[in-house]
């Protein structure tokens, strides 16, 4: 009887397993399908209805991406050609890296440099803002993948490429992404120093009428003050408050007269509360989150809502409000893991566990506390070592204040370890930005050299082509005077 019962259940649960499998299988098919139909759907008369290609766009965000997939859509991309223009084609390409952003890092990187190729040989109008587009995207997987050096020497070889062509884009480009990759090292100077490098590439007279659709181009007004925040954060990531404020308000106070600065409103108004926070001005900050989480929310960006909801929670734990910090961060781990969102983010790190730690350290809850920084490293992953260090610190401290003295001193040997390896690559990494300008000087150099030269050879033919002329001039004069003299000889 047990036998049969077994039998029963086993065959049960089998049963169960396979109308899941193909459950999962026909979605699957039926967001693939979708994208396609969507994609085919939107195309009216040789025009094209935006609104039904972003719902192809969106089921493309939710399929499990093969190689196969993917060269099926960059065969139909390209034979996506309305109006024309290369636009329609490299927004599904597009969407392409944005779904492996969250799915296969690795894979991400390989079709992200592979598109970028694709798009400087696009020589229609909106190229640069394809290229300029899908490079920023590449900072993603680098920051979050273990290819970071890699990402260095990519953009720094794309550095001089740039410079080279006087390309004020690409050059912008790649000191706003070379600096989150010193950031995510934990080399913050480094960091600001090529931020400020690429505001000298922007061009403020233009805004963002100048951008190509969903493409933007980022030397205007838009990309100057996405310059201006970052620095700010930078700042704020540095502990350098004080700093820190004056960019923020200045993306603010500009926000309230031009509207194509709406993007950067929420990051700069979180910057400055977490600010104000820190330096104990709680004056606003609770309605400066709020505006800013709100705001994020009407934009459906969900990263930057989780990373703000984390310093509202900070802001509640603070004013030992646990249990409402406590449900703002439950909420930051759903929307995490819904939305698959890295750890180094568009708008910064997201690590809720971090700030769940500080609130168990308020609570003298010291065990779980190191639970929740443990919890915190195993997301960090060894990257974005600021953190890292942060956490080892405040760990040996907790370690030492609960008497174990063992356990504070292998902590406190990783936080040593850790820096004598920031060290290090700050010298590897000065020495991979000093030998990329010291070649650029070179090559610029030479290039003014054989500019020079070739001014003094034009100079030159030209006071030859002149003397020349003169000595014509002179020999035509000498000639006319013969004739006249004989002129003159025969009429007397």
Same mark, same amino acid.
């Given at each position: 009887?047990?036998?049969?019962?077994?039998?029963?259940?086993?065959?049960?649960?089998?049963?169960?397993?396979?109308?899941?499998?193909?459950?999962?299988?026909?979605?699957?098919?039926?967001?693939?399908?979708?994208?396609?139909?969507?994609?085919?759907?939107?195309?009216?008369?040789?025009?094209?209805?935006?609104?039904?290609?972003?719902?192809?766009?969106?089921?493309?965000?939710?399929?499990?991406?093969?190689?196969?997939?993917?060269?099926?859509?960059?065969?139909?991309?390209?034979?996506?050609?309305?109006?024309?223009?290369?636009?329609?084609?490299?927004?599904?390409?597009?969407?392409?890296?944005?779904?492996?952003?969250?799915?296969?890092?690795?894979?991400?990187?390989?079709?992200?440099?592979?598109?970028?190729?694709?798009?400087?040989?696009?020589?229609?109008?909106?190229?640069?803002?394809?290229?300029?587009?899908?490079?920023?995207?590449?900072?993603?997987?680098?920051?979050?993948?273990?290819?970071?050096?890699?990402?260095?020497?990519?953009?720094?070889?794309?550095?001089?490429?740039?410079?080279?062509?006087?390309?004020?884009?690409?050059?912008?480009?790649?000191?706003?992404?070379?600096?989150?990759?010193?950031?995510?090292?934990?080399?913050?100077?480094?960091?600001?120093?090529?931020?400020?490098?690429?505001?000298?590439?922007?061009?403020?007279?233009?805004?963002?009428?100048?951008?190509?659709?969903?493409?933007?181009?980022?030397?205007?007004?838009?990309?100057?003050?996405?310059?201006?925040?970052?620095?700010?954060?930078?700042?704020?990531?540095?502990?350098?408050?004080?700093?820190?404020?004056?960019?923020?308000?200045?993306?603010?106070?500009?926000?309230?007269?031009?509207?194509?600065?709406?993007?950067?409103?929420?990051?700069?108004?979180?910057?400055?509360?977490?600010?104000?926070?820190?330096?104990?001005?709680?004056?606003?900050?609770?309605?400066?989150?709020?505006?800013?989480?709100?705001?994020?929310?009407?934009?459906?960006?969900?990263?930057?809502?989780?990373?703000?909801?984390?310093?509202?929670?900070?802001?509640?734990?603070?004013?030992?409000?646990?249990?409402?910090?406590?449900?703002?961060?439950?909420?930051?781990?759903?929307?995490?893991?819904?939305? @698959? $969102?890295?750890? *180094?983010?568009?708008?910064?790190?997201?690590?809720?566990? &971090? #700030?769940? +730690?500080?609130?168990?350290?308020?609570?003298?809850?010291?065990?779980?506390?190191?639970?929740?920084?443990?919890?915190?490293?195993?997301?960090?992953?060894?990257?974005?070592?600021?953190?890292?260090?942060?956490?080892?610190?405040?760990?040996?401290?907790?370690?030492?204040?609960?008497?174990?003295?063992?356990?504070?001193?292998?902590?406190?040997?990783?936080?040593?370890?850790?820096?004598?390896?920031?060290?290090?690559?700050?010298?590897?990494?000065?020495?991979?930005?000093?030998?990329?300008?010291?070649?650029?000087?070179?090559?610029?150099?030479?290039?003014? @050299? $054989?500019?020079? *030269?070739?001014?003094?050879?034009?100079?030159?033919?030209? &006071? #030859?082509? +002149?003397?020349?002329?003169?000595?014509?001039?002179?020999?035509?004069?000498?000639?006319?005077?013969?004739?006249?003299?004989?002129?003159?000889?025969?009429?007397?």
């Amino acid at each position: 009887m047990y036998t049969s019962i077994y039998f029963i259940f086993r065959r049960a649960i089998c049963a169960c397993i396979l109308i899941l499998f193909c459950f999962s299988s026909k979605a699957q098919l039926t967001n693939s399908d979708s994208a396609f139909y969507y994609f085919k759907k939107s195309v009216k008369r040789d025009l094209v209805d935006t609104v039904t290609f972003e719902k192809g766009l969106a089921c493309l965000q939710k399929i499990a991406l093969s190689d196969t997939l993917i060269e099926q859509l960059e065969k139909y991309a390209s034979s996506f050609l309305i109006d024309k223009t290369p636009y329609w084609r490299f927004l599904i390409l597009y969407g392409v890296i944005l779904n492996l952003q969250k799915n296969d890092l690795n894979r991400c990187i390989a079709y992200g440099r592979k598109y970028v190729s694709q798009a400087e040989l696009t020589k229609e109008y909106g190229g640069v803002h394809i290229r300029s587009q899908l490079m920023k995207e590449l900072r993603i997987p680098y920051r979050n993948s273990n290819h970071l050096k890699e990402g260095f020497k990519y953009f720094n070889e794309k550095l001089r490429e740039f410079k080279l062509k006087n390309d004020s884009v690409g050059i912008y480009d790649c000191y706003y992404v070379l600096a989150g990759f010193f950031r995510t090292n934990g080399l913050i100077d480094q960091a600001i120093y090529n931020n400020k490098k690429s505001r000298l590439y922007c061009d403020t007279t233009k805004d963002n009428s100048f951008d190509y659709g969903r493409f933007e181009k980022p030397t205007g007004k838009r990309g100057y003050a996405n310059s201006i925040f970052i620095t700010g954060l930078f700042y704020l990531q540095k502990e350098s408050y004080l700093e820190s404020i004056p960019y923020s308000r200045i993306v603010i106070n500009q926000a309230k007269e031009n509207l194509f600065y709406e993007d950067y409103i929420s990051n700069a108004i979180t910057s400055l509360a977490v600010a104000k926070m820190n330096l104990n001005q709680v004056d606003s900050v609770e309605f400066f989150l709020k505006q800013a989480i709100n705001f994020s929310k009407s934009k459906d960006a969900q990263d930057f809502v989780v990373y703000q909801s984390q310093y509202l929670s900070d802001f509640y734990r603070r004013q030992k409000k646990y249990s409402l910090a406590y449900s703002i961060l439950d909420t930051c781990d759903v929307l995490m893991k819904k939305h @698959k $969102l890295p750890v *180094a983010a568009s708008p910064g790190i997201i690590h809720p566990d &971090y #700030f769940k +730690a500080l609130i168990k350290i308020d609570e003298k809850k010291f065990s779980e506390a190191i639970e929740m920084f443990q919890a915190d490293l195993r997301r960090l992953n060894g990257r974005n070592r600021i953190e890292i260090l942060r956490n080892y610190r405040m760990m040996a401290a907790i370690y030492r204040q609960i008497g174990n003295n063992q356990s504070a001193a292998n902590t406190y040997q990783k936080y040593i370890e850790l820096q004598d390896s920031l060290l290090s690559d700050q010298a590897q990494f000065q020495n991979i930005s000093f030998e990329t300008e010291e070649v650029m000087n070179e090559k610029e150099q030479s290039i003014v @050299k $054989l500019e020079s *030269a070739n001014k003094v050879a034009a100079t030159t033919r030209n &006071y #030859f082509i +002149a003397f020349a002329v003169l000595l014509l001039i002179l020999a035509l004069l000498l000639y006319n005077r013969m004739r006249y003299k004989q002129r003159v000889n025969k009429k007397l």
